[in-house]
């Protein structure tokens, strides 16, 4: 028994005409005719009283009618949600934490702005657990703040992004030339968690020097921490990135590229993993919203 039999025969039965059948479906009436009578075969019984006009349908007809149908919707349903699927997406991303309300920020607005009826789902975390949400198939695309090298993973870089430190807007590092971080760990400092990518990097650094620092606050987030630096509660070291435009109204920013290491974020992925057409469209918005970003300056001390 196959599809298209018993959707002749649904046709013929709803219809009650094996020429409108044909029609609806686009075929030759032969062809209707043939199915349906193969139908028969394959069952052993007449599903169609031909001898009366229009033709009606006899008892296992019936039957065959009331339990085709509902199969037929069903399978119909479930090739428009395939397809809708492929179409709307959603496009499940795994992002380090710092890089959701501040870069991918911008990057969805495009996005949803020509692809205003795909979903967009945005899972946050700690490199390591977005390398783990990749991985295990858990998100589509995974974005991090600096490459990931091996053959497990794919990875494209997407752009550079530096380190600045982060102080009240009056502060008197602001007069200062950086040359060492020591001149920063002479101050509290407000931090992201331990393991956190540039938190572990500063602190290498102080420990390679030797110098003697003190974390006063930890934080999930660099925008809480700019609201606690900007209170005068302590100084902090972030990434560019999580510096808006507006946040030069109560903060000083200085770079720090000559003292720590510029990085370069990037998607990752599994290799060979098949994408929907929507996350691939959501990686040629956020590439090119990303390499034509126009770059700030990264090695000038300034203020915002």
């Not at 037929?72 to 428009?80: E, I």
């Not at 699927?85 to 996005?111: S, Y």
């Not at 982060?166 to 040359?179: A, G, Q, V």
């Not at 590229?257 to 510029?262: F, S």
Request: charged content about 20%.
């Amino acid at each position: 028994m196959e599809l298209k039999e018993l959707r002749s025969f649904c046709a013929a039965a709803n219809l009650k005409s094996i020429s409108r059948a044909a029609e609806q479906l686009a075929v030759g009436q032969p062809v209707v005719t043939t199915h349906i009578r193969k139908l028969e075969k394959e069952i052993g019984t007449t599903l169609f009283d031909r001898v009366r006009r229009p033709i009606q349908l006899t008892l296992p007809g019936r039957a065959l009618l009331e339990t085709a149908t509902p199969l037929l919707q069903g399978l119909d349903q479930l090739l428009a949600t395939t397809l809708n699927a492929q179409a709307l997406g959603p496009v499940t991303l795994g992002c380090v934490t710092d890089i959701v309300p501040h870069t991918l920020l911008r990057v969805v607005k495009v996005f949803l702005s020509s692809h205003p009826h795909v979903s967009v789902r945005i899972k946050s975390g700690s490199r390591t657990e977005i390398l783990k949400m990749v991985n295990q198939g858990e998100v589509d695309l995974g974005i991090i703040q600096y490459a990931e090298r091996g053959e497990q993973f794919n990875y494209e870089p997407l752009f550079l992004y530096e380190r600045v430190l982060i102080t009240p807007r009056d502060h008197p590092l602001l007069k200062e030339e950086l040359n060492s971080l020591d001149q920063i760990a002479a101050w509290p400092l407000i931090l992201m968690a331990s393991g956190t990518s540039t938190r572990s990097i500063l602190e290498a650094q102080l420990k390679r020097t030797g110098a003697s620092y003190e974390v006063i606050i930890e934080l999930d987030s660099m925008d809480m921490i700019k609201r606690y630096v900007s209170l005068g509660m302590g100084v902090s070291v972030g990434p560019r990135f999580a510096i808006e435009p507006e946040d030069e109204q109560l903060l000083g920013v200085v770079s720090l590229a000559n003292l720590l290491p510029v990085d370069q974020a990037g998607i990752v992925s599994l290799p060979g993993k098949a994408l929907s057409d929507p996350a691939q469209e959501f990686m040629a918005v956020m590439r090119q919203s990303l390499q034509q970003a126009p770059t700030k300056n990264r090695t000038s001390q300034s203020l915002f």
